[in-house]
Each structure stands twice: as C-alpha cells, then as structure tokens.
C-alpha cells in the first residue's frame, strides 16, 4: 500500500485477522470513557496473567494483576472469559528463548484455552454471550480475560469440560494434520510415537484407533506403560533400559511405515533407519535440546551435531520421505478451522477424548512447568486462571509417576547448569 500505513490489528476486517495475532488483554482493547465517577467504577475489569518477564528459569513466569478499563470491542471480535488454558513444549522452549515465534518479552505466553463469551462486537452472527467456546492464538492466551476474532474460537460440545476444551487444540491439530495430511495413514499401517504419555501422544495414539488394523509403537518410561496400552498403544517400549530400535525390530524386522519425532537429534537418525521401504518420518520437535530449566548450549550444540543429513540421491534411493511439522508456521486458517470441527466431531462421537494428568492454577505455574519438564505428565497440564481457594490450598499437588526419574532429573538439571554458563 504505498503512501498508506499498514493497518493494525483494530483496523483489519474480520475475515484478514490471522491466527499467528495473539489476543488482546483487556489493556490492549479501546478503553470506554465513563461520563462519571460511579459509571467508571462501574466498568473497572480485574484480571490475572501469567508474563514471561525474560528468558530462564521457572521464576522468570511472573503471575500479574492489572486492572483496566472495561474494553471496546472493535466488528468481528469477542471477549472470553478463559476458564482453563493447556501447557505446551513450546512454552518450555519459549521460557527458555528456543522459540522463535513467540515475541521477545515482556509476554503473556499461551496458545490455547477454553472459556466463556462474556460479550460480542459488531457483525459477529453466529456466536454470543454465553457460549462455550474453544481459543486458539500463537501467543496471549494465559490470562483471564482475552479479546480475539470471532473466528478464533470454536464452540465446545455440551459434554466436554473446559479442561478438555483447553486440551484439544495443538495436540490434536498436530496429531491429525502428521498422521492424516502428511503420513497418509491407511488401514494396516505402523507407526512409532515417542514421548507416548504426553498430549500429542495420546492425540495420536486415539486418532489411529479411528483407522482399521493400525500398529502402535509408543516410547515412555516403565511406570507409564500399563496406561498408554489402556489407551492405545499396541507396544509401549521403555526408551529408558532398553534400545528402542532392537525392540521394534524383534516385533516388526522390516520396520514401521511412520515414525513421528518430537526428539530430534540421533533419534531421527534412528527413526529414518526404522522407515520401511516407501515409510514416512515426520520431525515435529526439539525436545532434546531441553535438558535443564535454563537453555543447556551444550545439548543443543549435540543435537545439532547428530542431525540426520541426507542428500537428495540418498533420499530418492532409500525410497523414504522425511518431513517437517510446525503448527505455529501454518497460517491456512481454513485448514485449521476445518480441521478443528473434524475434531469436535470425532469428539462427539467418543472417538477421541483428551485425558487430563493435572489443574494447576496460575499461582503453581511453576510446580506445572516443572512436571511437565520432568516428563511426571501423563496426558495434558492444564492451567487454571482463577485464583486458588483456601481449601484447595491444603491438599497436596499430584504425586509424580516415578520418583526416579525425577530426583534424576533433578540431580542432571543441577550438573547441566553448571555447565550452561560455559
């Protein structure tokens, strides 16, 4: 547009609001102008956030009060109410500035959530106040008030709980868009998912089920193995005491059809040895370039140094694809919605049903991240905007799976600092 500036976030017709626009807080939005003293009382809004302040540790999540103006809506956009909001491997790498798309801090972080629609703005036809919805954003979502786009919002099935409604977005997108969109899961199929307790792994997992005769192969520590195969997994592999490759290849010697890599590393040079002939291996992560609560050069520099290289000879004569997956880098909003009501379909037809390993409220934000970061989870971390309640307050937070593994995660995260600094 020359001699015209770009027009901000206010000024965009409905339909041009992208995804990747995080949601405005309350002190964000056009503030009302009361014609008196009791009228501006009146229309005071008090809600809490949770801010990355600066890259680090647990401490640099910073919970906030701010008390604003009750805001203007501008045609085309809602306010929420948010009720539960989902924890992500991206807000770990975010809090420690691996994650390029979130923006630097200050920042309210959050790609996800669940509420209530307390009010609507012009031309907004088919939600209202009251609704029920589902929200999703690259960045904004951990507070308790949010302004977004009509059209960043789905409406929650009557059965599902707002903790389920916070669960289902980057999880299942990411699931369904690997193994549908990209793999081209058949009946008949195998496929390998590492990290099997988390949230994409039990996304995947349910999401093969809806297909005929499909093998699962899923990593995870021993103490998790009876749950996954409850959900699931045809074959839980201790990736802890035993090589997973020796174990796939004893149950399947030619390999698996789909491998989904969330590691990175030498683990997708062992998932590209693992591909059948006309296989497919998906790398959708990083996660072994987090080590401890602080970014740990060391094992980034490790997984650098072990990535798979190919050439496009080496490719074409091995007869395998390998693909990259990164929801934050899709911006086809039709896909995404499309694939959102797919989901909410499957959801009511008992198909798929996130399952929630724990509520933290904002104040426990760290006692989330770091189950989450010690790999305690089994299922989704949802967090909590409303304050926590006294009798809440005394009973304890939920036991970890295997306290192994977390004194020895905590013992390496306090070797892997020391060396951090160098």
Known sequence: MSGEEAPTL??????????????RSASDAPQESGSSPAAAEEKLLSFRSLVLTGYGGYDKVKLQVKT??????????????????????????GRQGLYELLPAPPVILGMEGSGVIEAVGEDVKDRKVGDRVIVMSRSGMWQEVVVVSANLTFPMPEQMSFEEGAAIPINYLTAYMMLFEMANLRPGKSVLIHMAAGGVGFAVTQLCQTVPDVTVFGTASAPKHEIIAQGGVTHPIDYRTKDYV????????????IVLDPLGGSDTQKGFSLLKSLGTLIVFGAANCVTGQKKNLLAMAKTWYNQLSLTTLKLMQSNKAVCGFHLGYITDEQLISRTMFKLLELYGQGKIKPRIDSCYHFEEVTDAFRRMHERQNIGKVILLPEAKKEEEKQKSSPEPVENVEKTEAAVNDKKKETTEEV
Not at 75 to 84: E, I, P, T
């Open 10 to 23: 206010q000024q965009q017709p409905e339909q041009e609001k992208k995804l990747e626009e995080p949601p």
């Open 68 to 93: 604003q103006k009750q805001p203007q809506l501008e045609a085309g956009d809602v306010q929420v109410h948010v009720k539960a909001c989902g924890l992500n491997f991206a807000e770990l790498l």
């Open 246 to 257: 020796e174990e796939i290849r004893k149950i399947s010697p030619k390999g698996v059809d």
